[in-house]
């Protein structure tokens, strides 16, 4: 009997530890359109725990994001953390495929796998990172979760040798124009 319920005990603990499936969100809503969540400005709060759980840094970034006749993407990025460091990337995002896009930047090495399933993109990549006086590379796997009212929740793990090295939590926010009503009332 003992051994009945370690065996249950050990397979409950492995299917806690399984990992999300971008599957996992196809039903769920609003439905995410790249195109039209990033398209105009963002605004973006987040911090940086290390492997142990401890927040080392803070940020707010500023997004613009803008897609061409194509359906090629550009975001702009600018992030400015707690230890008034600023930070500049430019993402470009290709179609390839449906719900598939390609994700390029000058400090990600190759190229970024970016999945869209109902409310959540799931991005996997490696990024380049300094580290003293050096880079590292470091792999992501980022999800972005639409929440209805137009809030975007960002979890990104960082991995090393395959060990989590860093996790990143992310709040984006649209910077939504006034309100119609708003509008109308102070031009009456």
């Known amino acids: 009997m003992k051994k009945v319920v370690i065996a249950v005990v050990v397979f409950g603990m492995l299917a806690g530890c399984s990992s999300m499936r971008i599957e996992d969100f196809s039903d769920e809503k609003p439905e995410l359109v790249l195109e039209e969540y990033f398209e105009g400005r963002l605004t973006a709060y987040g911090l940086i725990k290390n492997r142990r759980g401890r927040i080392t840094s803070s940020f707010r970034a500023d ?49 970024a796998d970016m999945t869209v399933k109902g409310n959540t993109l799931r991005m996997d990549y490696v990024i380049r990172v300094p580290y003293g006086n050096r880079t590292i590379d470091l792999s992501v796997e980022d999800w972005l979760h639409l929440q209805p009212d137009g809030v975007m929740l960002n979890h990104s793990y960082m991995r090393k040798f395959g060990v989590r090295v860093a996790e990143l939590v992310v709040t984006i926010i649209r910077d939504f124009p006034d309100a119609p009503e708003e509008e109308e009332a102070t031009h009456e």
Do not use: M
């Open 63 to 111: 997004f613009i994001g803008s897609w061409d006749e194509d359906g090629i993407g550009t975001l702009d990025e600018v992030f400015v953390y707690n230890d008034g460091t600023v930070q500049e990337r430019v993402w470009t995002f290709a179609p390839a495929g449906e719900n598939r896009y390609i994700g390029t930047a000058p400090d990600i090495v190759g190229e």
